[in-house]
């Protein structure tokens, strides 16, 4: 299974998400692989921090930021169960490609107006990559939303205006997810019971019954 991780304001938190999904999708039994398709390198810079600090590899990161993803993707992802896309921030060719190689495509979108507006031409994308690729999926993924707030709870309704569905699942604004970068690490692995873990958890399930 491919997912790709794309939206068009930086800042919205796909390396985090991306990491994250493949830490809850890893397993003995279940291979991830995360492509760097990203020019600031991120999820790059993550693994090599986690290299650094002699972290277990729990699933494999490379840098792949060209425009022949749609090619090469569907090549590698025979050798592994699935690829973890984390995309560029502006629409490009290299967004395009991201979307045309993937199965899944996840928006992460903030409860900020902004954020909303600036998915209109993700889902342009997309629609316009269906005439191509008809089974290909979308869904928004609501991101860094600060619990308890008046537009954490309507961002559902603003997003229900466009032709992509959002996972009911959502993640919020935590400490845990900064401190977990900055240490080459996942919230699971330092706080398994903390309501960021359970949070990753409740993404993954809803993306394997997305794609069931």
């Known amino acids: 299974m491919i997912f790709a991780l794309l939206q068009q304001k930086g800042g919205g938190g796909k390396t985090t998400l991306a990491t994250h999904l493949a830490g809850a999708l890893a397993s003995p039994e279940s291979s991830v692989l995360v492509?760097?398709?990203?020019?600031?390198?991120?999820?790059?810079?993550?693994?090599?921090?986690?290299?650094?600090?002699?972290?277990?590899?729990?699933?494999?990161?490379?840098?792949?930021?060209?425009?022949t993803l749609h090619q090469e993707v569907p090549q590698i992802a025979r050798h592994t169960h699935h690829v973890i896309i984390d995309g560029p921030p502006r629409v490009t060719a290299l967004a395009r490609s991201a979307i045309l190689a993937a199965d899944l495509v996840l928006i992460p979108v903030q409860p900020s107006p902004y954020d909303i507006w600036a998915s209109n031409e993700i889902v342009s994308l997309i629609t316009e990559a269906?005439?191509?690729?008809?089974?290909?999926?979308?869904?928004?993924?609501?991101?860094?939303?600060?619990?308890?707030?008046?537009?954490?709870?309507?961002?559902?309704?603003?997003?229900?205006?466009?032709?992509?569905?959002?996972?009911?699942?959502?993640?919020?604004?935590?400490?845990?997810?900064?401190?977990?970068?900055?240490?080459?690490?996942?919230?699971?692995?330092?706080?398994?019971?903390?309501?960021?873990?359970?949070?990753?958890?409740?993404?993954?399930?809803?993306?394997?019954?997305?794609?069931?």
């Open 35 to 67: 492509i760097d398709a990203d020019p600031q390198g991120s999820a790059l810079d993550w693994s090599q921090k986690r290299s650094m600090l002699g972290l277990p590899r729990r699933f494999g990161v490379v840098g792949l930021a060209r425009e």
């Open 130 to 212: 269906k005439l191509f690729k008809p089974t290909l999926k979308a869904a928004f993924v609501i991101n860094r939303r600060i619990v308890g707030t008046v537009i954490g709870r309507d961002v559902r309704a603003a997003l229900a205006e466009y032709p992509v569905r959002a996972l009911n699942a959502a993640v919020s604004q935590r400490v845990l997810f900064p401190e977990s970068a900055a240490c080459g690490q996942l919230v699971d692995e330092i706080d398994r019971k903390s309501a960021a873990a359970r949070e990753i958890v409740a993404l993954a399930a809803d993306v394997r019954m997305l794609m069931s």
